[in-house]
């Protein structure tokens, strides 16, 4: 079993928990169902990973999941890398909830994607469903460093060993997924679900999640190699 401090569902919950103070936005609501409801399956047909492998990070690279929580609502996230400068990616991750949408750009050195410690963000920044921009004071960076830097353990990749499985999501079918179960971490509680990713996938290769002790799921919706376009 991998151990992950945060996985792309939970973030994506975890970012509409910090709306829960709000009201949901009308809005909002009617664009995210109706968006649901016209979605259709991909005829995406991807062939087996040839290695266990994540694609290299590069500018314009994004996915869009589509996340249900346990209280059934929707919800999208999109992970986007809109730069690269000196060595690091300037990474930014798009919430989309019945309480409006929320975004987080940051720039991150990657070094070894298998291990998260080794990755230090430079550069932090967030929008809230009002658009107000918030940038983090260089000398507040270290303080906060450690709370963001739970957004980017889903970049942290290690299928070495994995089982394999075919997945079939509204984004296509992918031969021979790399299946994982991870046990993830937010706000003081925990859940696990089992993970199925693909190298042909951008950012960190997630195709679904599925939870084991929580009704939650993610699944990617779609992705592309160019055209990330920044929210900020």
């Known amino acids: 079993m991998q151990r992950i401090q945060l996985s792309l569902a939970v973030l994506c919950l975890g970012l509409a928990a910090a709306a829960c103070g709000q009201s949901i936005n009308g809005a909002a609501k009617a664009d995210i169902d109706r968006r649901v409801a016209a979605l259709q399956p991909s005829s995406r047909a991807v062939d087996a990973p040839t290695a266990a492998e994540p694609m290299a990070l590069a500018p314009g690279q994004w996915i869009t999941l589509k996340n249900v929580d346990e209280e059934k609502r929707p919800s999208f996230v999109t992970y986007k890398v809109v730069g690269e400068e000196a060595g690091a990616y300037w990474i930014e991750v798009a919430s989309e909830t ?8 940051m720039q991150v050195f990657f070094g070894d994607r298998r291990d998260p410690h080794s990755f230090d963000i430079r550069y932090i920044a967030s929008k809230n469903t009002d658009g107000h921009v918030e940038v983090v ?18 970049f942290a990749i290690t ?20 299946k994982g ?16 990713w693909h190298s042909a996938v951008p950012i960190n290769g997630l ?6 002790d929580r009704p939650m799921t993610s699944e990617l919706v779609d992705f592309g190699l160019e055209g990330a376009r920044s929210e900020f």
């Open 98 to 105: 019945y309480y409006g949408k929320s975004a987080v750009r």
């Open 181 to 196: 179960r991870s046990t993830v971490s937010f706000a003081g509680t925990s859940a696990t679900s089992d993970v199925w």
């Open 137 to 154: 004071p260089q000398p507040l960076l270290g303080l906060l460093r450690k709370n963001y830097s739970a957004m980017l353990d889903a």
């Open 207 to 212: 195709v679904k999640s599925v939870g084991v």
């Open 159 to 178: 299928w070495t060993e994995l089982p394999r499985e075919d997945a079939a999501v509204i984004g296509g079918s992918f031969t021979g997924c790399f």
